[in-house]
């Protein structure tokens, strides 16, 4: 856990560096071989799975009761088990200016036992606690303290209090607490949980677009390929074809091809599907395919 806090905070010291040219403010080039360990460490070799508390809750409505109830929440629905392992506490939860000797400190009123309780709770359900900095003199809410010019002290504040994850003004939505079944159905899906952890790690990316729609692809282990057809158009259905030159298959390959939305196969018009997919999707919608090859018993 030090070690995560450290390494997301250095990372923290070299963005801030280049904004305000602090003390940790030389810019530092990072060699192959060092890049490559860097890789290897360990760390997020997959898209970290959580909740983080600002889209819901701000400043107004963030305190230890709420990252409690929504850890038992995270819990008692399932998505613990599903991946969704964060619970991360977002802006506004220190006090407005650090202690005698520069630490930061906990909002009493709101995180009144301190993070240190907080991470043993969270751990005791068996998730992980994130918290919140900023790379500048001040948070973005400008209500707590930010991070420049403390890095290094604030990593081992962190470390010292169990924190597992630091996260910079990147929030999620919700209140797991009241959330709809489709929305609980999005987010517990559990085969487009596998393709978002899948152990080789490709981030999807865009590989056609043609007016109002798109393709995108992503290679997986296994040989096999993620799909998704995209119809950006508010109020007209789509038919969009992914061709396999564009998402990275052989010509010729048949695939299976399963729709991760409707957890079905889906079968290609003539049989097989040995060349392209074509599909329709409706308005603002998209359709989900995992594309594996088949074994050709001709290869036997």
């Known amino acids: 856990m030090a ?40 760390l997020a070799t997959a898209p970290p799975m959580g909740w983080n508390s600002w889209n819901h809750f701000a400043c107004d409505g963030n305190g230890e009761d709420v990252i409690r109830e929504t850890a038992d929440a995270l819990v008692s629905t399932g998505l613990a088990a599903a991946g969704y392992k964060y619970v991360n506490i977002d802006d506004c939860w220190a006090e407005p200016q650090r202690d005698s000797k520069g630490n930061l400190v906990a909002n009493k009123k709101t995180f009144p036992h301190g993070i240190k309780a907080l991470a043993d709770y969270v751990h005791s359900k068996g998730l992980k606690l994130g918290i919140y900095s900023d790379a500048g003199f001040k948070t973005c809410a400008k209500v707590q303290p930010g991070s420049l010019g403390h890095e290094e002290q604030d990593a081992k504040t962190f470390a010292s209090w169990g924190v597992d994850y630091l996260k910079y003004d990147n929030c999620n939505n919700g209140d797991l607490k009241h959330m709809s079944q489709e929305t609980y159905d999005i987010l517990a899906n ?91 999707v409706a308005p603002h919608s998209c359709r989900m395919l995992l594309l594996k090859p088949l074994i050709s018993s001709r290869a036997n």
């Open 190 to 280: 559990k085969e487009v949980i596998a393709v978002n952890q899948d152990a080789l790690g490709i981030q999807g990316k865009k590989v056609r677009m043609e007016g109002s729609s798109e393709v995108w692809a992503a290679p997986l282990s296994g040989y096999r390929t993620a799909v998704l057809l995209l119809n950006r158009h508010a109020a007209e259905a789509a038919a969009i074809t992914a061709h396999w030159d564009d998402v990275g298959l052989p010509a010729g390959t048949a695939v299976e091809a399963r729709d991760l939305w409707r957890h079905a196969t889906v079968a290609g018009a003539g049989g097989e599907l040995t060349e392209k997919i074509t599909l329709d």
């Open 3 to 42: 070690a995560a806090a450290a390494v997301l905070l250095a990372v923290a010291c070299a963005a801030a560096a280049m904004i305000a040219g602090g003390e940790c403010g030389r810019v530092v080039h990072v060699g192959e071989e060092h890049r490559r360990s860097m890789l290897a460490n360990g």
